[in-house]
Nanobody, 122 residues
Framework: QVQLVESGGGLVQAGGSLRLSCAASGRTFSSYTSGWFRQAPGQERDFVAAVSWAGTTTYYADSVKGRFTISRDNAQNTVYLQMNSLKPEDTAVYYC???????????????WGQGTQVTVSS
């Protein structure tokens, strides 16, 4: 069993930056693929980024490519999402997720956090 807790959300002006963190419990987390998703009001949850268990492979949605960076520190059981050049359309609740599968480019995850709000003002 893996439990995920996100932090780092908040209010930021357009063009600004935020770094989200996802702290995981469970000794096997370092062997899991991890990802970030987001859900804006009235919309479905969308994929944002994923990172392989070793941190060597990453995958991004086109909408965030070049602006967001996903990384992980397995010694700390933590996954990060560095978000730069934020836009109002990035406003959403951001969710951390983890899965046993080694496939980075698929979207079926086993564990989810509760989410953290990111609001970007224009």
């Amino acid at each position: 069993q893996v439990q995920l807790v996100e932090s780092g959300g908040g209010l930021v002006q357009a063009g600004g930056s935020l770094r989200l963190s996802c702290a995981a419990s469970g000794r096997t987390f370092s062997s899991y693929t991890s990802g970030w998703f987001r859900q804006a009001p009235g919309q479905e949850r969308d994929f944002v980024a994923a990172v392989s268990w070793a941190g060597t492979t990453t995958y991004y949605a086109d909408s965030v490519k070049g602006r967001f960076t996903i990384s992980r520190d397995n010694a700390q059981n933590t996954v990060y999402l560095q978000m730069n050049s934020l836009k109002p359309e990035d406003t959403a609740v951001y969710y951390c997720a983890a899965k046993r599968s080694l496939l980075v480019r698929t979207y079926d995850y086993d564990y989810w956090g509760q989410g953290t709000q990111v609001t970007v003002s224009s």
